[in-house]
């Protein structure tokens, strides 16, 4: 199993910043990217950013060039560095890891945490 913590979310103006943090625990093992998605209800849950364990980054188009997606490998933690916010970034965030098998896979989400940015 692992544990994934969100912390970092909050209210914050347009055009101001946010870093959100996930502390990952447990057996980490095998876990080959970790993610974030946002949710704004009842929107469906959109991927916003993913980072291999080679580092290699994806991002939404909607946040390319805002947001930056970090790790820290010596203390699992995730990071994502939000710039530039706007009312459309509104959502809760959570965190994600997958762990690929030959055939299937294990996902894990953590609980969430809310941003809001008031329009």
């Known amino acids: 199993q692992v544990q994934l913590v969100e912390s970092g979310g909050g209210l914050v103006q347009a055009e101001g910043s946010l870093r959100l943090s996930c502390a990952a625990s447990g057996n980490i093992f095998g876990i080959g990217a970790f993610s974030w998605y946002r949710q704004d209800p009842p929107k469906p849950r959109e991927l916003v950013a993913s980072?291999?364990?080679?580092?290699?980054?994806d991002y939404a188009d909607s946040v390319k060039g805002r947001f930056s997606i970090t790790r820290d490998s010596a203390t699992n933690t995730l990071y994502l560095q939000m710039n530039r916010l706007t009312p459309d970034d509104t959502a809760i965030y959570f965190c994600?890891?997958?762990?690929?098998?030959?055939?299937?896979?294990?996902?894990?989400w953590g609980q969430g945490t809310q941003v809001t940015v008031p329009s």
């Open positions: 994600y890891a997958r762990r690929d098998h030959y055939t299937n896979y294990d996902d894990y």
């Open positions: 980072i291999t364990t080679s580092d290699t980054t």
